[in-house]
């Protein structure tokens, strides 16, 4: 039900020219504003795509509100409320889609191309920028990284012939296929998931230059809201707009070289320092995967297909459930048969656990920082959003210390409609690994 959301009608925000094309993903585009507009200042607007596979009520026009009490319902009872941002929905017309769509394109990269903002849908989100601290004076540094996958399955319904799966994680064996088929820039990257989510900082310090030559939407940088590539003209002089370790040009390869290590450094204490959100992120990501892809395969609700997408009571009630059993010793199947023995509502819990777990294997950690000396807290006051909350961080090294705050993005549901696609891709993955001699031993 939309109308008991907080709806925005501010018809000076439905104007094409406020908006700059910001980034997007395989189902939606993000702008941001151009500059600071009244209490919008700090905002972006998430627009959804057309034509993309999508959970099933994000076909209607409820699906934005849908989302919002999605994250109220059933992601903050996982994960606590500091994590997940705040969202408002912003009532918008085809005439301004249509404007905004054909204003971005030029800024859209082409494998990105197929599909374009939706314009029938009613209504937008609006976020909090999260690469900008509204209530500061000072540069903005934010990183985003998106983890994937990060754990090895243990599950009893692997078969053998795929035990390669306990061993090397599923990150690490994708990029092969991908690069099987016929994705020739992706060059093999020794980025392996579970390095990052050890939070440890020798192993911080081997996988995060991996993870930043994996760039693509695996790692993106960004100053003062705008991103940028580590390695592209002028990279460093941007960089240091946040460290200033230098006061003249960066010019050279040691200061070049520097800023990098300030990079790394800083992000290696953040992570450590966010040791509680990785650990619930990789926690719930396994145990929600009780049963891995060829477990939940076998459930008869799909293989008759007569698995449905979950209303929002449902989703409710698979996170109550779930929360109880994990509080218990559980009791998981373990083997065929006892799949057989399971009552209709116990194979829709397990499924729709999947299909959560899906979902954080695929969101994204944003980090934002700024120093203290920064804050000026009356810029925006009176903003849309709440004020910005932020944590201490030491740093040592150049900085002594600085805020930051962390988000989680992304976060929407996966369709039902995807879980056959899930194990072909799995099926897949494991066969073109396996024509390799030597499977890598990813460490937990
Ligand atoms: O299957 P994966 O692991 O490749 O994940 C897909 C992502 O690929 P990635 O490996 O992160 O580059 C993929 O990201 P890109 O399109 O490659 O940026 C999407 O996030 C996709 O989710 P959705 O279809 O938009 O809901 C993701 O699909 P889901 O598996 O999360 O449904
Ligand atoms: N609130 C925000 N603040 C700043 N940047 C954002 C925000 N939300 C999204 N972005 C940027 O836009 C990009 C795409 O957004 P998002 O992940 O929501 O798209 P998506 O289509 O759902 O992604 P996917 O391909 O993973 O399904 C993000 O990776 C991030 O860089």
Redesign the pocket.
Known sequence: MVWDMHVETVPELCNPTLWRYKGE???NVILALRSPHGRFGGVVLRLRKGG???HGEQQTPEMPSFLISYTRDVLVPLFGNQYTGETKLLQVTPEFLQSLAEAIEPFRPAKRRHAGIDIHQEFALLMPDYTVFTSSAGVTLAVEL?P??GFLPTSSFIKPENSVKRLTC??CM?QHLRRMQGDQTEEIIDYCPLDLFSCDESRLRKSLPQLIKLA???FKLFIQGEKIDIGQDGWHTRLNEFFQITDDPVNDSHQSNTLYQALIDLLIKAIANERGLFDRLRYLQKTLDSLDIEGIYMLDLIQQGQLLEPKLEEWKKTVELYLQRTQETSHMPAGPLALKDMTLDEQRQLLYEFLLS??L??CSVMFSFRKPDDNSDSTLSGSLFNSDDVKRLEVGNFLDHVEYRAKLL?L?P?PVT?LP??FN?DTEIVKCYQKRELPRECCE
């Open positions: 993903g395989n189902a993309v596979l999508m998106k994937k996958w599923r990150t994708h693509g939407n695996k899906t979902t294997k695929d992304d929407d996966k995807k696609y899930y891709l």
